[in-house]
């Protein structure tokens, strides 16, 4: 693994389905944060953790919740997905939570929810 | 609220020079990153600025204007291989970015 690795990278999904999406990082960095990013919008936030045992919710956090065990991995999951939360979303991790490192992105898992 | 406008799309020819504008209005600024994202690929850094002026990198240069709530990406030596959405994102005051939706740059041979 270098980087950054989401799975899946692609998906169809029946309504009402639950849903993990996985994303593990292998340089150590103590924040991560779950996108989305829907055409014509800017990225928006669903949840972040500056470190493990620690979460947060983001912009768009509603549908979606986040753990994050250890430093590595941080799934998030669809409880019960919906047509709206169809979207590309992307993983991302910096080395801290409050500087101003640059963010490592994942390369992206298209959701689509019938 | 906190906005970040940046164009939609731009055209430029291959081997000339485009400016891509970005403005602002946050709550708060910890600095401002640009990012290149290819289409159906993973946005990469690019640039940051927390200080006025100008900061180059190769062919690539960024500037802010703080007072303004402005900043531009210029490409120089535009090259097919920069054919992509060019991202701005400000950092506010909770050190949370705010992303623009980011504008497509389609260079023409």
């Known amino acids: 693994i270098a980087g950054i690795t989401q799975a899946p990278t692609s998906q169809i999904l029946a309504a009402g389905r639950r849903m993990t999406l996985r994303c593990t990082q292998d340089m150590r960095h103590n924040a991560m944060y779950w996108y989305r990013q829907d055409l014509g919008l800017g990225l928006r936030l669903i949840h972040y953790s500056n470190t493990a045992g620690t979460t947060g919710k983001g912009e768009v956090p509603d549908g979606y919740s986040v753990s994050r065990a250890n430093t590595d991995d941080f799934p998030l999951t669809l409880a019960s997905a919906v047509p709206s939360q169809t979207s590309v979303y992307f993983c991302?991790?910096?080395?801290?939570?409050?500087?101003?490192?640059?963010?490592?992105f994942g390369e992206g898992s298209r959701l689509t929810v019938l | 609220g906190q906005n970040i406008d940046q164009p939609t799309e731009m055209t430029a020819t291959e081997g000339a020079i485009v400016q891509i504008n970005c403005t602002y209005q946050t709550s708060g600024f910890n600095g401002l990153f640009w990012y290149q994202q290819h289409a159906g690929e993973a946005p990469t850094f690019l640039s940051y600025n927390v200080l006025d002026g100008l900061e180059e990198k190769g062919r690539f240069s960024s500037f802010l204007s703080r007072s303004k709530g402005y900043s531009y990406l210029l490409l120089k030596e535009l090259q097919m291989k920069d054919s992509a959405s060019y991202l701005c994102?400000?950092?506010?005051?909770?050190?949370?970015?705010?992303w623009g939706a980011g504008t497509k740059l389609i260079i023409k041979p």
């Open positions: 994102a400000v950092m506010d005051s909770n050190y949370q970015l705010i």
């Open positions: 991302a991790s910096s080395d801290s939570g409050t500087n101003t490192g640059e963010l490592f």
